[in-house]
């Protein structure tokens, strides 16, 4: 059945609200409709609030920018009065006592957060296949993964069971289920948008984002979740510029960077073909396509992972089952018991090899070896884009991941070939760039291409997409 919004931008639904053609409670309920219908096939949605969001859409304001549009939030961002589970056993009983602040940023714009959604456990995994809530289904093809962390997040926008969701991006989160399930993935620069009220994984790495159905709606989303926070001391101090304003002004005379390490023989060829099709689309726009090198590019996983884990091992520490989270029923006297159930039945498989790994790292004699050596080359790989820039390179262009989604539970692959999946993504973490994932066209399974571009210059990787989704459209 052909979804009645499925094809709504967040743009055209605002015209409609404004226009009054369509009321905030009835655009609500045609999404809780299609939550109610495709949910329980691809279990994008761990949960949503049907009358919490009515009686929000019942006092929304249409002229607000974002007034009556409902907005789908990751499982790990905090809103007031709703749960917080980040998909997992050890939060399954908690609900968030406050907003986090890119929450209340779009409630101030007149958005609705409605509906939960599905992800990999405390965002560690890209498959979306870690969730103590089950597995979530890539719509396009409902026996291959929608990619991960945030891939109910992707899922849902790409089925047209709400028209944009927040994800978070620690190593390519929104932008790898955004490339495998069709949508517009958007990370902006680390520190752009709070961090506060987001459950950490890797506090250097992560950022919020967003997943649209189209670029412009990414700049609309990203205007109004910007801005310095004091209750988070990472957040940046830097101006907000207007971000739609030279969204369709083309990409002539711009200079864009193509990693010689991107173009490998380990992409599928749909990927590839994806790859040479936006080099073709851009070098018709007046672009200018010039080969770069990343040396660093090979080390960026190794690197990632590392450091990564470390911080998830810090991070997640606070889950003992006494202070925070799920506390086993049956222990014996001993505290250390009590520890060790409490983690082993809270947390899934994929967190405890995490936190095993990043304990490891970190311990006496081996913090020097690997956690040092790997910040390190974390410096080494920035270095490599920031002398791209330096040489009049605008905007770098790459594949998102070197296939397309993959078939659910694929036992032939062992955790090293899922993490090296990340190739593409984690650079533009560890660097802390913005980057954007657009979906090209494609007869087969969808595939996307990424964009990076220098810090805080979003509104310029906004143009270049822009350009890549108009030449598509």
């Not at 997992?88 to 007149?110: C, F, Q, W």
């Not at 001391?233 to 193509?258: C, K, M, N």
């Not at 010039?290 to 992972?305: K, M, T, W």
């Not at 410096?379 to 998102?400: H, K, M, N, W, Y």
Request: charged residues 20%; contains cysteine; hydrophobic residues 40%.
């Amino acid at each position: 059945m052909t979804p009645m919004f499925a094809k709504h931008t967040l743009s055209a639904l605002r015209q409609k609200l404004m226009n009054r053609e369509l009321s905030p409670i009835e655009l609500t309920q045609e999404y809780a409709r299609r939550m109610q219908e495709l949910n329980p096939e691809l279990n994008a949605l761990i949960s949503w609030d049907t009358e919490r969001a009515l009686q929000a859409a019942a006092q929304a304001d249409v002229n607000l920018p974002l007034g009556g549009l409902p907005i789908a939030i990751k499982d790990n961002i905090c809103c007031l009065g709703e749960p917080a589970r980040c998909a997992s056993h050890m939060l399954e009983n908690y609900v968030a006592p406050y907003d986090a602040t890119a929450i209340s940023k779009l409630r101030a714009a007149g958005a609705l957060p409605f509906g939960r959604t599905n992800m990999d456990e405390f965002a560690m995994g890209s498959a979306g296949e870690n969730s103590a809530f089950g597995v979530t289904r890539n719509p396009a093809d409902e026996n291959r993964v929608p990619g991960g962390s945030s891939s109910g997040s992707a899922a849902a926008v790409a089925a047209g069971m709400i028209p944009a969701a927040l994800g978070s991006d620690t190593g390519g989160s929104v932008r790898q289920p955004a490339s495998h399930c069709g949508v517009v993935g958007l990370k902006p620069t680390y520190g752009r948008i709070s961090r506060y009220g987001l459950v950490a994984f890797a506090s250097s790495l992560d950022q919020i984002g967003t997943l649209t159905t189209c670029v412009e709606d990414a700049a609309l989303l990203l205007q109004f979740l910007c801005g310095h926070d004091v209750m988070d001391s990472t957040s940046s101090l830097q101006p907000v510029p207007d971000f739609a304003s030279e969204l369709h002004r083309g990409v002539r005379g711009i200079r864009i960077g193509l990693p010689k390490e991107y173009v490998s023989s380990g992409n599928a060829p749909e990927v590839q073909d994806a790859l040479n099709a936006a080099v073709a689309v851009l070098e018709a726009q007046g672009a200018e396509i010039c080969e770069i090198s990343l040396p660093h590019a090979e080390a960026a996983v190794a690197s990632y992972y590392i450091i990564a884990c470390a911080e998830a091992s810090s991070n997640l520490a606070r889950y003992d089952g006494v202070r925070y989270g799920y506390r086993a029923a049956e222990t014996s006297d001993a505290p250390g018991d009590l520890y060790a159930r409490s983690r082993t039945e809270g947390f899934g498989e994929e967190v405890k090899r995490r936190i095993i790994l990043g304990t490891y790292v970190l311990s006496g004699g081996y913090y020097d070896a690997y956690y040092t050596r790997a910040q390190k080359v974390r410096a080494l790989v920035a270095r490599d884009f920031s002398q791209a820039f330096e040489r009049g390179v605008q905007l770098i262009l790459g594949p998102v991941a070197p296939t397309p989604a993959p078939k659910l539970q694929a036992k032939d692959m062992t955790p090293l070939q899922i993490y090296l999946a990340d190739i593409y993504t984690v650079p533009a973490n560890l660097a802390g760039l913005p980057a954007i994932s657009v979906p090209t066209p494609q007869s087969g399974l969808p595939v996307g291409v990424q964009l990076l571009a220098p810090h805080f210059e979003e509104a310029r990787l906004l143009q270049g997409a822009a350009a890549l989704e108009s030449a598509w459209s």
